[in-house]
Antibody
Framework: EVKLVESGGGLVQPGGSLKLSCATSGFTFSDYYMYWVRQTPEKRLEWVAYISNGGGSTYYPDTVKGRFTISRDNAKNTLYLQMSRLKSEDTAMYYC???????????WGQGTSVTVSS | DIQMTQSSSYLSVSLGGRVTITCKASDHINNWLAWYQQKPGNAPRLLIS???SLETGVPSRFSGSGSGKDYTLSITSLQTEDVATYYC?????????FGSGTKLEIK
């Protein structure tokens, strides 16, 4: 059974940092590209980071570039998102999702909530 | 970035009825279009990829169609368990972009 389980969310002050993890099982992690997608309180879905299957390529939207870093450990089947200089607009539910090249995101985790507030 | 527009943010349909949810891309996406279903408290679930291909386990009352910039998700014989928000997403170009969602309720 394919499983993706996020953790690490919580309440953090503006300017603070947080590291999210996504532990996976039930599939060959190193075969898949991985995304972090967030859902805002208004229920809008937006992509925040992407990493290739080997980890050599990463991409970010301008809204988080320079503040967020995606990484993966294929030996531990785990995906990470290091978030720094957090802003109130980063408040969202954060999901990890897998996909193969030119395929849809076919499995998502259950999400971990991040609240940025003083 | 390609913008995805779901013109209806809310639809109310009778049990057993048929509903069509539309999604328009700002550029041609060559059928690289997915539909997701999200129920409250849950993650999005992939229903359809490639504009028309139903994922394993998805009831046959769901179907997708379209081409070019315009795509639709149809649900026939609406069931109570179909109450959810439906999102379209293009994955033709990076970044992948989502529609704003259509919330489906029972009339």
């Amino acid at each position: 059974e394919v499983k993706l389980v996020e953790s690490g969310g919580g309440l953090v002050q503006p300017g603070g940092s947080l590291k999210l993890s996504c532990a996976t099982s039930g599939f060959t992690f190193s075969d898949y590209y991985m995304y972090w997608v967030r859902q805002t309180p208004e229920k809008r879905l937006e992509w925040v980071a992407y990493i290739s299957n080997g980890g050599g390529s990463t991409y970010y939207p301008d809204t988080v570039k320079g503040r967020f870093t995606i990484s993966r450990d294929n030996a531990k089947n785990t995906l990470y998102l290091q978030m720094s200089r957090l802003k109130s607009e980063d408040t969202a539910m954060y999901y990890c999702a897998r996909h193969k090249y030119m395929e849809a995101m076919d499995y998502w985790g259950q999400g971990t909530s991040v609240t940025v507030s003083s | 970035d390609i913008q995805m527009t779901q013109s209806s943010s809310y639809l109310s349909v009778s049990l057993g009825g048929r509903v069509t949810i539309t999604c328009k891309a700002s550029d041609h996406i060559n059928n690289w279009l997915a539909w997701y279903q999200q129920k409250p408290g849950n993650a999005p679930r992939l229903l359809i990829s490639g504009a028309t291909s139903l994922e394993t386990g998805v009831p046959s009352r769901f179907s997708g169609s379209g081409s070019g910039k315009d795509y639709t998700l149809s649900i026939t014989s609406l069931q109570t368990e179909d109450v959810a928000t439906y999102y379209c997403q293009q994955y033709w170009s990076t970044p992948p972009t989502f529609g704003s969602g259509t919330k489906l309720e029972i009339k």
